[in-house]
């Protein structure tokens, strides 16, 4: 079974750098998995941030970024604010119109 | 503007039946993939199940298939999903999203809430 991996928690002081990584449990994320990013608080629909590895989607600060770093994509958020702080998902594509999220991973700015 | 606004949630006892909706305006909707993903309380993201912009292809997570049926009316800019046999673990929100597949999930809608319990 396929699963997608994420950190559970991560935190960042304001105006730090993080990075939000996206794996799988056997295999490399590549550009081919067209990874995507969202951005959820509670009680709100989740916010697209990133997809295909790193295109932003309309209105989203370019503080965010991403990429593919070694056999996982990443999110990056450089400067962060105390407003990024948020449940993050991955999604990969896994071919034939599947695709799988990760389990995300709750940021804290503090 | 793209709007997504989903409809058809409620409390249904195990074993039972409903037809979410998604009335989709400001794009073109025809001409994309749609999907839908839940979020179970307290928990994150799953995708659901996915349709083709013609509605020809329709794709599913293995832990619905067989019980959920994704289809679409393009002439009314409309998704559903009939959502049948459910379970407690089916208790969710079910967010619609334009996209699906090879393309991202670019706008979500709010969600509609489904409540399974007897």
């Known amino acids: 079974q396929t699963v997608v991996t994420q950190e559970p928690s991560l935190s960042v002081s304001p105006g730090g750098t993080v990075t939000l990584t996206c794996g799988l449990n056997?295999?490399?994320?590549?550009?081919?998995?067209?990874p995507s990013w969202y951005q959820q608080t509670p009680g709100q629909a989740p916010r697209t941030l990133i997809y295909?590895?790193?295109i932003r989607s309309s209105g989203v600060p370019d503080r965010f970024s991403g990429s593919i770093l070694g056999n996982k994509a990443a999110l990056t958020i450089t400067g962060a604010q105390a407003d990024d702080e948020s449940d993050y998902y991955c999604?990969?594509?896994?071919?034939?119109?599947?695709?799988?999220f990760g389990g995300g991973t709750k940021l804290t700015v503090l | 503007e793209v709007q997504l606004l989903e409809s058809g949630g409620g409390l249904v006892q195990p074993g039972g039946s409903l037809r979410l909706s998604c009335a989709a305006s400001?794009?073109?909707?025809?001409?994309?993939?749609m999907s839908w993903v839940r979020q179970a309380p307290g928990k994150g993201l799953e995708w659901v199940s996915a349709?083709?912009?013609?509605?020809?292809?329709?794709f599913y997570a293995d832990s619905v298939k067989g019980r959920f049926i994704v289809s679409r009316d393009n002439s009314k800019s409309t998704l559903y999903l009939q959502v049948n046999s459910l379970r407690d673990e089916d208790t969710a929100i079910y967010y619609c999203?334009?996209?699906?597949?090879?393309?991202?999930?670019?706008?979500w809608g709010q969600g509609t809430l489904v409540t399974v319990s007897s």
């Open positions: 295909t590895t790193n």
């Open positions: 999203a334009k996209g699906g597949g090879y393309d991202p999930f670019d706008c």
């Open positions: 400001g794009f073109t909707f025809s001409t994309y993939a």
């Open positions: 056997s295999g490399s994320v590549s550009t081919n998995s067209y």
């Open positions: 999604v990969l594509y896994m071919g034939s119109g599947v695709r799988v």
């Open positions: 349709i083709s912009g013609t509605g020809g292809s329709t």
